[in-house]
């Protein structure tokens, strides 16, 4: 049983290049999210979707583009990258938007600017 | 908007003993759900515990309990008995009633230490 699977694990970028994180779920869960961490300030909640289809801001989506790509698949892009995303990515899904529900995350993804 | 604050980046505990993390936090709502987290060198993120604001009975899981002040909104982390394997990053937050489960605000962490 995968999980919350992210990739890739760490990946090294000059100020200027883009990327995409990728994040797959096998749990059938209706509900994605992207969160940063960085030391200090905990997790920040990027962007979510709440199911197939939709995709909202959360706290910090500035520099980011998000896609639903279907019900398993949350990537999250970066244009243009700048050495202020040098940070740890968090994806995580749970089962649908709601109460009483476990939050699964994965493993992160250290991503470093230049 | 709701913020957290985790006021101990770092505590240090003897194996065996007690040590409790402090968590505050601000929010106008009445009804919301508190949680801490586990995060261990590994980085994956734990689920310790939870709390729900409409109980008044505080949560409690094994060696893990909290202290849940509603009006001074304070929701504390205590860990009887720790061991070695409970040394890691311990992240306090919120989340509001009726919001996608995964919208959380999360606390700046405290790094706990686990002496032998």
């Known amino acids: 049983n995968a999980g919350v699977t992210q990739t890739p694990k760490f990946q090294v970028l000059k100020t200027g290049q883009s990327m995409t994180l990728q994040c797959a779920q096998d749990?059938?869960?209706?509900?994605m999210y992207w969160y940063r961490q960085d030391p200090g300030m905990g997790l920040r909640l990027i962007y979510y979707?709440?199911?197939?289809?939709?995709?909202d801001k959360g706290e910090v989506p500035n520099g980011y583009n998000v896609s639903r790509l279907n019900k398993r698949e949350f990537s999250l892009r970066l244009e243009s990258a700048a050495p202020s995303q040098t940070s740890v990515y968090f994806c995580?899904?749970?089962?649908?938007?709601?109460?009483?529900?476990?939050?699964?995350f994965g493993s992160g993804t250290q991503l470093s600017v230049l | 908007a709701q913020t957290v604050t985790q006021s101990q980046p770092e505590m240090s505990v003897q194996e065996a003993e007690t040590v409790t993390l402090s968590c505050t936090y601000d929010?106008?709502?009445?009804?919301?759900?508190l949680f801490w987290y586990k995060q261990p060198p590994s980085r994956q993120m734990i689920l310790v515990i939870r709390?729900?604001?409409?109980?008044?009975q505080n949560a409690t899981e094994n060696r893990f309990s909290v202290n849940f002040q509603k009006a001074a909104k304070s929701f504390s982390l205590k860990i009887s008995d720790s061991q070695l394997g409970d040394a890691a990053m311990y992240f306090c937050?919120?989340?509001?009633?009726?919001?996608?489960?995964?919208?959380?605000?999360f606390g700046q962490g405290t790094i706990l230490t686990v002496h032998p």
């Open positions: 995580a899904s749970s089962r649908w938007s709601g109460q009483n529900e476990k939050l699964f």
């Open positions: 709390q729900e604001a409409y109980k008044q």
């Open positions: 979707s709440a199911s197939e289809g939709t995709t």
């Open positions: 937050a919120y989340r509001e009633l009726g919001t996608s489960y995964g919208k959380l605000t």
């Open positions: 929010t106008s709502e009445s009804d919301y759900y």
């Open positions: 749990m059938n869960h209706n509900s």
